[in-house]
Structures are given as structure tokens and as C-alpha cells.
């Protein structure tokens, strides 16, 4: 759900057989996070860490974009 607290519930619907990764950025464009998504349909991210504002995430493999979208940490 959006806004989000301390968990972030990212689902991929597009299938792939590349390496996926989630990053996830802050207003400035600055990367704070690069994790990889291990063959599942969705990843949880611990956002206990991240201050409250707002947040981009980008699900991307070496060839393609494949989601992006918008949060708000509370």
C-alpha cells in the first residue's frame, strides 16, 4: 500500500528469465538501495532505515526497464 511504513511490497508481473534488480532513490536522484530480485513474482524491502518522505524504485535487468513506481515512507 502507498503510503507504506516500514515494509514495501514490490510485485513484478512481467515474466523474465534475465537478472532482475530493484533500486530504489530519493527526490535528489541519489541510489540508496540496489537489491536483487531472486526468481519470485515479488520482494519485500525493510524501509525501517529510510526517513519519512518520498521515494522512487526502478525494477530493471541489463537490457530493459521493466516497472517503475512512487512511495511515500511514513
Known sequence: PNPCHDLLTVEITTPT????C???Y????EQLL???VFETNKIDVDLSLFAKGIYTYSLS???KLIKTGMFVKQ
Open 61 to 63: 535487468t541489463k537490457e
Open 34 to 36: 540496489v537489491r536483487p
Open 17 to 20: 528469465d534475465a537478472k532482475v
Open 22 to 24: 530493484l533500486s530504489i
Open 26 to 29: 530519493n527526490t535528489l536522484g
